[in-house]
């Protein structure tokens, strides 16, 4: 008998291994918290549980010299993830065009979603207290299972509908976009910071 393993969903997980970064990286999150006023209106009228630069800020970039440097270091991730899916892109080149802050405190999380109009999506995780919550990813083909038989107890992990990523301070996370992904409710009070961003191709 002869099985093939077909259409692999890849997660990419590397770590920053720069403590001088991820520090000045939780301050500039810390700033762009305290002055967002449009940002926390926003988180408030949405029942947002929690902060998010989401809707409010998109150059955060230009706002503190952190973010410029994490910039860099995930241009060289995203090409590396790039090759590793065998991403012929001719002439385009992959662009962070997207980058926003999260702060979750217990309680707080994300519901599934996708990122529509990039290629790639991820996160850097800047602060991760015990009882943070994790990841979770959904298989793509979930929708079309329909009457699947559920899985044993035991079945690997590359097996099952859902993986789950406990991270930690300076891990950087890369999927692609169209990956449905949510975070799960945290269990402490202690702030989870993250960074999340989007890439899409520029020509």
Not at 62 to 81: G, I, T
Request: hydrophobic share 40%.
């Amino acid at each position: 008998m002869t099985l093939t393993t077909l259409f692999p969903t890849r997660i990419q997980r590397q770590n920053l291994s720069n403590v001088v970064l991820l520090e000045d990286l939780e301050s500039a999150c810390w700033m762009i918290e305290d002055g967002d006023t449009a940002g926390h209106d926003w988180c408030e009228r949405e029942g947002y549980p929690g902060y998010t630069s989401y809707a409010s800020l998109d150059d955060l970039a230009q706002r503190a010299p952190a973010f410029s440097d994490l910039v860099s270091q995930l241009d060289e991730f995203a090409l590396a993830f790039a090759a590793a899916l065998h991403w012929d892109l001719g002439t385009a080149r992959l662009k962070c065009d997207s980058l926003w802050v999260n702060i979750l405190g217990e309680g707080g999380h994300h519901s599934g979603h996708i990122h529509p109009n990039s290629v790639i999506s991820g996160t850097c995780y800047v602060a991760v207290p015990d009882g943070a919550g994790r990841i979770k990813f959904e298989d793509p083909r979930l929708p079309m299972m329909m009457a699947a038989p559920p899985l044993k107890p035991d079945a690997p992990d590359e097996a099952r509908r859902f993986h789950y990523v406990s991270p930690q301070a300076g891990d950087v996370l890369m999927w692609e976009s169209w990956l449905r992904h949510e975070v799960m409710p945290s269990q402490t009070e202690d702030p989870r910071i993250s960074v999340s961003f989007n890439y899409s191709l520029a020509d």
